[in-house]
């Protein structure tokens, strides 16, 4: 006989299985580079993490993009091997190695096994310290990056981005352009640049290794002395200028998209720093907000509604204040409807704050995926990384659970007033302006203004 069950109430939420945060032993060699150990022996794997303080926050905005392309372009060549030899050494010894660079920092990561490790952190050094630049490599790697920025500006979504970081951020201010540059800064730059950049940027004195695996730390120490120890230097503080708004009140934004059947909506403004001591209390608000599928924004535009797949709201923590956003795309015809329901929600919430349940939920929901982010060498070795580029201490990782238990609701619904502030919002459209102009001016958000896709 078949069993029956009873779908008329969700099943109930087991509990919160218990994790531990793998201890984090931390050294610093001679010429300042900090290293960071985790022992986990449960993996096969072994990941090193090489955090340079090369962010493209520091770039000169003439040079707009030179971080990132000096990074896609390590693996060019060194002073000992081409790049066609460097790719069959680490296919040699089954090792990985990447190079992700963002506002903060550059990452350099090699993952192999841990009997390789002393020879893929050889390379990793040889191509963080001896990289050449040949001019073909470096000129096919530009190119490539021209053509991804090139089907950026053809892709709705990143357009509606861009624009956003555009018109939350004032003048000067780095984080108003895309982070990999433009095509007129790109364009110029040389395997000259990359060189220079890399000289002021790529030091130990405020860099970190992370090593993560199945290692002993004396044996670490060891093989990073013997790849690491001879390289010298130390970065110079980057502008600690103010992230500041273009716009002092609520505004519309339309760029123009003459034909288009979808609008792109992005609604934002300066939030706040990794550093913010909201930042756990803020976790849990966005997620009630739009963090999250079951988040009031999702429950009302997309399963109320029907006006969207799907919206997100996130805050973007950085070493300086990044901007706190609300992203998602509708039909032309529902544009200044889905504004007003998202609008309704922000104002809401920052008004009557979330309800008990809601902040139980989502501390629940946020305790209970963070294992699940780290369940590989990388992962960990990101999240220690973490602790290097935002100056966090040593256990943050080890209590984050912890602490995201204690926030309560008082302090999430203060959170939530003092750092998502819809009166500043900075309203952002790509769509049809000759479609949507009028209903969005008829919400009285703010002063209306088209522009031309350019």
């Known amino acids: 006989m078949a069993a029956s069950f ?13 994790f531990d945060f793998p201890p984090v032993a931390g050294s610093r060699m001679a010429n300042g580079l900090d290293l960071r150990i985790v022992r986990a022996a449960r993996f096969p794997i072994v990941t090193a993490m090489l955090i340079l303080d090369a962010g493209e926050w520091a770039v000169d905005p003439t040079q707009a993009g030179l971080a990132v392309l000096a990074g896609d372009a390590l693996e060019g060549g060194t002073a000992r091997h081409s790049a066609a030899e460097l ?8 090792a990985g190695l990447g190079v992700t660079t963002g506002w903060d920092a550059t990452s350099v990561t090699v993952s192999c ?14 191509v963080v310290l001896e990289p050449t630049f040949p001019a073909e490599e470096f000129d096919r790697v530009r190119d490539q990056r021209l053509a991804a920025i090139q089907q950026r500006a053809m892709d709705p979504s990143t357009v509606a981005g861009d624009y956003a970081a555009r018109f939350i951020h004032a003048d000067g201010v780095p984080f108003g352009r895309p982070v990999a540059g433009k095509e007129e800064t790109i364009g110029p730059l040389s395997g000259d640049d990359a060189r220079s950049w890399l000289g002021k940027r790529y030091c130990p004195g405020g860099a970190g290794l992370v090593v993560v695996g199945d290692v002993d730390g004396g044996e670490i120490d060891t093989l990073v002395e013997g790849c690491f120890g001879a390289w010298s230097g130390t970065v110079e503080p980057s502008d600690s200028a103010a992230v500041t708004p273009r716009h002092e009140r609520r505004r519309v934004e339309i760029v123009h998209r003459p034909g288009a059947v979808q609008s792109e909506i992005r609604m934002g403004h300066i939030g706040v720093s990794k550093a913010t001591p909201d930042y756990f209390s803020l976790l849990v608000y966005n997620t ?10 999702n429950l009302n535009l997309r399963e109320k509604h029907g006006f969207t797949y799907g919206v997100r709201s996130q805050f973007r923590f950085r070493r300086h204040a990044g901007p706190f956003g609300i992203s998602t795309a509708v039909e032309t015809a529902v544009t200044a409807d889905a504004v ?28 209970g995926i963070f294992p699940l982010r780290l369940e590989t060498t990388s992962q960990l070795a990101s999240r220690v990384g973490e602790l290097i580029i935002y100056g966090l201490p040593g256990d943050y990782h080890a209590t984050y659970r912890d602490r995201l238990r204690a926030v309560t609701r008082e302090e999430t619904a203060e959170a939530g007033r003092k750092h998502v502030r819809p009166e500043d919002m900075s309203i952002v459209v790509v769509g049809d302006a000759d479609e949507i102009r009028a209903p969005l001016e008829a919400l009285e958000l703010g002063p209306v203004e088209v522009h031309e896709v350019g």
């Open 340 to 367: 007003r329901e998202a609008m309704s929600e922000v104002e809401t919430l920052g008004k009557d704050g979330p309800s008990a349940d809601e902040v139980d939920a989502a501390r629940d929901y946020i305790v």
């Open 288 to 297: 009630i907000l739009g963090g999250s599928f079951t988040s009031r924004l």
């Open 87 to 94: 790719a069959e050494a680490l296919e040699g010894l089954g």
């Open 113 to 126: 096994l841990a009997e390789r490790l002393g020879e893929a952190l050889a390379l990793m050094a040889e």
């Open 6 to 18: 009873d779908r008329s109430d969700a099943p109930v939420p087991g509990p919160i299985r218990g």
